[in-house]
């Protein structure tokens, strides 16, 4: 169903994207590592899951939204070993002998290593010597930021030592993310940079086919002077954001306004948290100032001119110029004709509607 909230595991719910689909398939079955770009709720982990279905491949899926550090890193990997059966049965002997972990009932366990990078070097590794062609997803990437280091090294060890096993990474192209598609001569994957795939959200007319056909799968009729209403309004072609107004309208059976005014307000909530926690050790005066002016679109001079605002002194045009480009790279802003706006709707109606410092 399209209006299912979570991630698509299946083509026959994948909407609108045959081409990205196909692209993906071609790429993975070429064993060529690929990075998958675009704004959150733009349906990447949705793209990736249901190529899984097309590849001959072991999969092995990572989550790694609020994971930090190589901890966080070797938690996820355990995580998504354990939920692919085929592979926990393959490497459930030589785990124990890996140092931090453990084998029970439940699968994999993993307590705090000594040094958790070599223990997550050695599962990876075991992964490797394995027979077959294996897929590690990793994804929302740029979690793993502050182990970049580390990180590039690992990946750069694992293409030259393993062929058979292909890394996806999904995130926006900012940080790590720039680092693994733009490696530098000094980087260690410099020349092995994986294949970039955007994803961008749906055109109104496409946006306009996805509500009719899931209202259509749950037999309820919307007129469609409402549908264009809404997405023109609130939702604008975020994938993310027309399941949620969809599920609460066929799902919850909320009549049309109520279900656009609940899909703004539980779309307000996510936005804010995910906005805090890209904040998190960056300049917040700065970049929150750019993206409020950017909200109503607004040229350089204008968001150099609300920085300076904001922060009550001057601020040179280097500063200016970094916050922009982190944000059009974080996919938070887009630029056309040199005048810089807001992307998401729900973004957009936080800034210019919450009080936020």
Same mark, same amino acid.
């Given at each position: 169903?399209?209006?299912?909230?979570?991630?698509?595991?299946?083509?026959?719910?994948?909407?609108?994207?045959?081409?990205?689909?196909?692209?993906l398939?071609?790429?993975?079955?070429?064993?060529?590592?690929?990075?998958?770009?675009?704004?959150r709720?733009?349906?990447?982990?949705?793209?990736?899951?249901?190529?899984?279905?097309r590849?001959?491949?072991?999969?092995?899926y990572?989550?790694?939204?609020?994971?930090k550090?190589?901890?966080?890193?070797?938690?996820?990997?355990?995580?998504?070993?354990?939920?692919?059966?085929?592979?926990?049965?393959?490497?459930?002997? !030589?785990?124990?002998? %890996? /140092?931090?972990?453990? *084998?029970?009932?439940?699968? &994999?366990?993993?307590?705090?290593?000594? =040094?958790? @990078?070599?223990?997550?070097?050695?599962?990876?590794?075991?992964?490797?010597?394995?027979? !077959?062609?294996?897929? %590690? /997803?990793?994804?929302? *990437?740029?979690?793993?930021? &502050?182990?970049?280091?580390?990180?590039? =090294?690992? @990946?750069?060890?694992?293409?030259?030592?393993?062929?058979?096993?292909?890394?996806?990474?999904?995130?926006?192209?900012?940080?790590?993310?720039?680092?693994?598609?733009?490696?530098?001569?000094?980087?260690?994957?410099?020349?092995?940079?994986?294949?970039?795939?955007?994803?961008?959200?749906?055109?109104?007319?496409?946006a306009?086919?996805?509500?009719?056909?899931?209202?259509?799968?749950?037999?309820?009729e919307?007129?469609?002077?409402m549908?264009?209403?809404?997405?023109?309004?609130?939702?604008?072609?975020?994938?993310?954001?027309?399941?949620?107004?969809?599920?609460?309208?066929?799902?919850?059976?909320?009549?049309?306004?109520?279900?656009l005014?609940?899909?703004?307000?539980?779309?307000?909530?996510?936005?804010?948290e995910?906005?805090?926690?890209?904040?998190?050790?960056?300049?917040?005066?700065?970049?929150?100032?750019?993206?409020?002016?950017?909200?109503?679109?607004?040229?350089?001079?204008?968001?150099?001119?609300?920085?300076?605002?904001?922060?009550?002194?001057?601020?040179?045009?280097?500063t200016?110029?970094?916050?922009?480009?982190?944000?059009?790279?974080?996919?938070?802003?887009?630029?056309?004709?040199?005048?810089?706006?807001?992307?998401?709707?729900?973004?957009?109606?936080?800034?210019l509607?919450?009080?936020?410092?």
């Amino acid at each position: 169903m399209l209006f299912d909230l979570n991630p698509k595991e299946s083509q026959k719910e994948l909407f609108g994207r045959e081409e990205e689909l196909g692209e993906l398939v071609r790429l993975l079955k070429a064993r060529r590592w690929v990075a998958v770009l675009g704004p959150r709720m733009v349906g990447k982990t949705s793209l990736v899951k249901v190529a899984n279905t097309r590849i001959d491949q072991n999969a092995v899926y990572l989550n790694l939204w609020g994971a930090k550090g190589t901890q966080g890193l070797l938690n996820a990997l355990v995580h998504g070993r354990n939920s692919s059966r085929g592979l926990l049965q393959k490497v459930k002997d !030589g785990v124990e002998r %890996i /140092e931090g972990l453990s *084998v029970g009932p439940g699968g &994999v366990s993993v307590a705090a290593p000594k =040094k958790p @990078l070599r223990t997550m070097w050695d599962l990876l590794s075991m992964i490797g010597k394995q027979k !077959g062609n294996y897929v %590690i /997803e990793l994804d929302e *990437v740029q979690e793993l930021a &502050v182990i970049s280091g580390h990180l590039l =090294k690992m @990946l750069a060890n694992i293409f030259n030592t393993y062929p058979n096993m292909t890394f996806v990474f999904t995130g926006s192209i900012f940080g790590l993310m720039r680092t693994l598609v733009e490696p530098k001569s000094s980087s260690p994957l410099y020349g092995r940079s994986p294949a970039k795939l955007y994803l961008r959200p749906f055109e109104k007319t496409k946006a306009i086919g996805f509500l009719d056909k899931g209202f259509e799968e749950y037999g309820v009729e919307v007129p469609q002077d409402m549908i264009e209403n809404a997405i023109e309004e609130s939702l604008d072609g975020i994938p993310g954001w027309l399941a949620l107004y969809g599920n609460s309208v066929a799902v919850g059976r909320m009549p049309l306004e109520k279900a656009l005014s609940e899909t703004v307000s539980e779309g307000l909530k996510i936005v804010r948290e995910e906005l805090e926690h890209f904040l998190e050790g960056r300049d917040r005066s700065a970049y929150l100032a750019a993206m409020k002016a950017a909200a109503t679109s607004a040229r350089w001079s204008e968001v150099k001119g609300a920085m300076e605002a904001r922060r009550r002194s001057p601020v040179n045009d280097a500063t200016v110029y970094n916050v922009i480009e982190g944000l059009k790279a974080s996919m938070l802003i887009d630029e056309q004709e040199k005048v810089y706006r807001v992307n998401d709707p729900m973004l957009r109606t936080l800034l210019l509607t919450t009080k936020i410092s």
